[in-house]
């Protein structure tokens, strides 16, 4: 009995072991992740400022962000697996549609369509991105450091209620604005007849892209106002999924 008990013991000793050594691990990984994307946004806001006091102008300010943007902002897809195995508590759908819209805006707006570059609303979801990354990212960074300044902590979780209306506006505005080029082009769509036999509309699936923030925008706004009253005013929210 008594060596059933010992091997019992050993044997979660063991598990609790690995278990330290793996979530050791994943804070390692997560605390590298944080600083390196906090680092990566605090380029591309230097970037823009240097650019903007240089030039006097928004215009070419994309153009020579867009490498930058292009590979932080791609990297950030690592954070639906971050959800999916588990390391961080975050729904992959919620993530994966913060994530996936924002890799769509860059890679197949702003990136594919060079006449819309210039546009006031790009640098409105830019600047909006970045202010908004700096501080998620430093938060989440301080957050595992366990020395999280409060001034983060409360810039995490009420700046959004300005920049995520924001960042919106400014996207589909530039989906707004790619429209007519897309529609006169006929960019990334497929005609029939053609050996696929499949026929694909990009000006209508923007469409469907613009209409389709009714009803996502506002789950991804109403977790992070949960999430707030969670972490700032300490309610416990009881997620219906859960
Ligand atoms: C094919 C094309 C399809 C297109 C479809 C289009 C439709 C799109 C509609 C919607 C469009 C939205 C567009 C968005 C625009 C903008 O971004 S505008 C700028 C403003 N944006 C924001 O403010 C972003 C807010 N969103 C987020 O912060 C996240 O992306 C989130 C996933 C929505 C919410 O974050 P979440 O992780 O759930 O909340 P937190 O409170 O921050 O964290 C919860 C716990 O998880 C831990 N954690 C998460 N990530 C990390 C990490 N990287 N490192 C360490 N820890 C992490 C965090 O600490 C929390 O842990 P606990 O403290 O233990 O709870």
């Known amino acids: 009995m008594a060596s059933m008990e010992e091997d019992g013991s050993v044997e979660e000793k063991d598990n609790n072991n690995k278990k330290r050594t793996k979530s050791a691990i994943a804070v390692a990984w997560l605390t590298f ?3 390196a994307m906090t680092a990566g946004w605090l380029v591309l806001a230097m970037a823009m400022m240097r650019f903007y006091i240089q030039k006097g102008t928004h215009k070419g300010l994309y153009k020579s962000i867009s490498r930058t943007l292009k590979f932080f902002q791609t990297v950030a897809l690592v954070e639906v697996g971050h959800c999916a195995i588990g390391i961080v508590r ?3 759908i ?6 996936c819209s924002r890799i769509f805006m860059v890679w197949f707006i702003t990136n594919s369509i060079k006449q819309i570059q210039n546009e006031e609303s790009v640098i409105l979801f830019l600047v909006v991105w970045t202010l908004t990354e700096i501080t998620r990212y430093s938060f989440y960074t301080f957050n595992l450091l366990n020395h999280l300044p409060y001034f983060i902590k409360w810039a995490r979780y009420n700046m959004f209620i300005i920049m995520y209306p924001l960042g919106v506006a400014g996207e589909l505005l530039t989906i707004y604005a ?3 080029f897309v529609r006169k082009t006929g960019m990334l769509s497929m005609r029939l007849p053609n050996k696929y ?8 699936f923007l469409i469907i892209v613009m209409l389709s ?3 996502l925008f506002p789950q991804l706004f109403f977790h992070m106002l949960r999430q707030r009253r969670k972490v700032l005013l300490g309610e416990i929210i009881v997620e ?3």
Do not use: R
């Open 33 to 35: 992740y944080n600083i």
């Open 197 to 204: 036999n499949i026929s694909f509309d990009y000006y209508y």
């Open 213 to 215: 923030y009714i009803p």
């Open 178 to 180: 790619a429209l007519p």
């Open 94 to 99: 919620v993530t994966g549609v913060q994530v």
């Open 240 to 242: 219906k999924d859960e």
């Open 90 to 92: 975050t729904s992959v």
